[in-house]
């Protein structure tokens, strides 16, 4: 049986292009006076791998692949009393198709634009934040994050979580010793409803630090004819050189069928440890995620070059299909029955440029 999946079988779109609304409001605001700062920064990452598709047939292959190269422009004014608000445009350029594309969804199954992230950002001290436009989901932030620490295209996979959302509207509180809370709306983009449009989606996550540890908590409300709704809680704890994290996700709605994607209480659990010293780190995760990879285990080595250049090494099995794909193709073209296994070398380069 071959699976029709969308990222949370979820469309994600909007009705106006927000990287015009980016370019104007970069228009809108002037760029005089010692205030304003303008950046351009960014990070090429790209691999060589040797993939193992779990099929009957061979199917194995060794080529390259792009690990979400991206290039970003941010306009920032800072105000008075420590306020601040800025404007980010980031694309995503894939360098092995040499396209600007994003290297997961290159057909544009899940999102129907180009842009990594797109949002315009206001900061208040006393009172925390509030970004609108395409950015980072607080879910991701507060639960996901913590156990999603590798430098391929192979991170990111291990969640129920849709990483980035359009036509969101984000708050984020300040910090309360240590305890800080997240809200979101995000206008269609969640599941279809029985009248063929989607629904809204909504956020709530609660995180709390101390002493090097962290507790995160998410619940996600995106609908649809099904009801459905995600939980996750994440807990990581950082001791001398190590540093360890586990996750939990459970999903409740009205799909019964236990083949199908976000069924009821299909769940993920993941566990992920790491050590660092001095330029290098060793870093190593499991997992079970219910209709998304399955068992999957992941190992990694990470050697600092320098303070832009980063090396590393490799390796990624899952049970079921989630990550692994055709070769140079994304998320449309996965193997989604047969999983598989990736290893791969890589490195990554991040660079800035400020102007003024």
């Known amino acids: 049986m071959k699976m029709k999946y969308k990222k949370n079988d979820c469309r994600l779109y909007r009705n106006i292009s927000l990287s015009k609304l980016l370019l104007l409001s970069f228009l809108w605001i002037p760029v005089t006076g010692v205030a304003y700062e303008l950046e351009a920064f960014g990070t090429i990452s790209t691999q ?44 995503p350029f894939d360098t092995v198709n040499m396209e600007i594309n994003n290297t997961f969804d ?52 291990a969640t129920y979580s849709v990483l980035r959302v359009e036509q969101a509207i984000v708050y984020s509180s ?15 983009n969640g599941y279809k409803k029985s009248n063929g449009q989607y629904d809204d989606r909504n ?49 409740s709605s009205d799909v019964t069928d236990k083949r199908f994607y976000g069924n009821d209480g299909s769940d993920a659990m993941n566990f992920y440890v790491e050590y660092k010293k001095g330029l290098h780190k060793i870093n190593g995760h499991i997992a079970k995620v219910d209709n998304f990879g399955g068992d999957i285990f992941h190992l990694g080595y990470e050697y600092q070059y320098d303070k832009h250049v980063k090396l590393f090494a490799e390796y990624y099995q899952e049970q079921t299909g989630s990550a692994i794909t055709h070769e140079r193709k994304g998320f449309a073209d996965t193997y989604w029955r047969e999983g598989g296994q990736a290893l791969l070398v890589g490195f990554s380069f991040d660079f800035s440029k400020k102007f003024f």
């Open 174 to 188: 300040p910090d309360f010793d240590g305890l800080n809370f997240g809200l979101m709306h995000a206008h269609k």
């Open 48 to 91: 060589v791998e040797s993939v193992s598709p779990g099929t009957k047939t061979d199917n194995d292959y060794t080529n390259f692949r792009d690990a979400y190269t991206r290039v970003a422009l941010k306009l920032g004014h800072e105000l008075d009393n420590g306020v601040s608000a800025f404007a980010l445009l980031e694309l």
């Open 106 to 157: 290159q057909d544009r199954t899940v999102f129907d634009s180009t842009e990594r992230l797109a949002y315009i950002q206001l900061n208040l001290p006393a009172y925390g934040s509030i970004w609108v436009g395409r950015g980072w989901e607080p879910y991701y932030s507060s639960v996901s994050a913590s156990v999603d620490r590798f430098n391929s295209y192979y991170r990111g996979y």
């Open 203 to 251: 956020q709530l996550t609660v995180s709390y630090s101390i002493k090097g540890t962290k507790l995160g908590f998410g619940f996600t409300d995106a609908g649809g004819e099904n009801s459905q709704q995600l939980v996750g809680v994440s807990l990581s704890h950082k001791i001398k050189d190590f540093y360890i994290a586990a996750k939990y996700e459970r999903h």
